[in-house]
């Protein structure tokens, strides 16, 4: 599996699904707990939109890190 990417690095090129971190101030867990699981990423946001997309349905502009999936079990 591939190491977390810092979206303050670089985001994601592609429209898809990643494994994201987010540190949402409305979140009410540990720091150690922070890992959302898996968000949509849309490479095709416009500027000053929020790309990610939880699950549940709502936009979360607090992902700090992600990665790309990891390759399916052969």
Known sequence: MSDWISCKDR??????IYPA???HPQRTFE????IEMLYEFDA?????ETPWQHGSGFYDGAITHWM??????K
């Open 11 to 16: 985001l994601p090129t592609k429209t898809g």
């Open 44 to 48: 095709d946001a416009k500027r000053g």
């Open 68 to 73: 790309d999936l990891p390759e399916a079990p």
């Open 31 to 34: 720091a150690e707990n922070w």
């Open 21 to 23: 971190c987010s540190m």
